[in-house]
């Protein structure tokens, strides 16, 4: 079972969820929590593990060979990415820009434009009992997540078996990065708050994941706060709400401690419970 956890905006709480589920599931089974939001991960703050495998993570880019060139131009008409300009009796490449797609390699003639390594990233993997953590962790000064995050996901379709429970902590928003970290999931989980942005970008998520065609449910946290539109909107478009998560105080302190919630906020642990049994009842659901 994949499970990505979303959300139309920052800061709506996708890894103190993300956090809490997979060390309250691995209690009982094997889990691993697969931290997408590359540019900023944080999912570690919270799961403290052995460090057991750490790799510098590469895009492909291509590199101009001067001396092979004919300055056809060909290169800088496929690209679509704007990576490659022919500028005189040059040829500039900006890997900033390019996306690794291997058309500008594959379709020059000379073979004048070899895709070569470029670090971009570092991916990381830790181990807490049953719990593994792996995260992606993006380079300072690099544009583009979305190789990034793939690379973490295929890390993860192949070192673990099929039947361990795989969560992934989505970048946040409804651009490029989110849809790749959630494109394979079995399950979307869309956290929100009961605020008027929330409402807003909730919808842009719900968009997103129907255009996707994957199937979701709502988590509402920060409880208490703001109004009830939230609900209203997930009753209305016959959206399941899975849990309510409440705005207190308790929750605040532990969460600046660093601590998992649901271990010390019995409110946030039947929130968890719920969730849980949700996936499960889902999972059960998928198998023939």
């Known amino acids: 079972m994949k499970v990505a956890i979303a959300s139309g905006k920052g800061g709506t709480g996708k890894t ?42 590469n895009k492909m880019v291509p590199g101009w060979q001067a001396d ?34 291997y058309a500008c390699s594959e379709l020059c003639p000379t073979a004048a434009l070899p895709m070569l390594p470029k670090p971009m990233g570092e991916l990381r993997q830790f181990k807490a009992g049953k719990l593994d953590l792996v995260e992606g962790r993006l380079n300072l000064s690099e544009e583009q997540a979305v190789p990034l995050i793939k690379q973490t996901i295929d890390f993860v379709d192949a070192e673990f078996p099929v039947e361990t429970i795989r969560i992934f902590d989505a970048p946040p928003g409804t651009s490029c990065p989110v849809i790749e970290a959630i494109k394979d999931a079995d399950l979307v989980l869309l956290i929100t708050e009961p605020t008027p942005f929330g409402l807003h970008d909730l919808k842009l998520a719900v968009l997103t994941v129907r255009q996707l065609g994957k199937p979701f449910a709502v988590v509402l946290n920060r409880y208490g706060i703001g109004d009830d539109k939230v609900q209203a909107y997930c009753a209305a478009e016959d959206i399941s709400l899975i849990a309510c998560i409440p705005n207190s105080r308790a929750i605040a302190e ?9 271990r010390g906020v019995p409110e946030v642990k039947a929130a968890v419970e719920s969730i849980a049994s949700f996936i499960q009842k889902q999972c059960r659901a998928e198998q023939p």
């Open 16 to 57: 103190t969820l993300s956090t809490n589920l997979a060390s309250y599931l691995s209690e009982t089974t094997a889990v691993v929590l697969t931290d997408l939001d590359v540019e900023e991960p944080n999912s570690g703050l919270f799961i403290r593990g052995e460090l057991r495998h750490s790799q510098v993570r």
């Open 68 to 101: 092979r060139c004919s300055l056809c131009g060909n290169c800088e008409e496929v690209c679509n990415f704007n990576a490659i300009l022919k500028m005189g009796d040059r040829i500039l490449v900006l890997p900033e820009l390019c996306h690794g797609c």
């Open 254 to 262: 532990a969460y600046a401690a660093g601590e998992l919630l649901y």
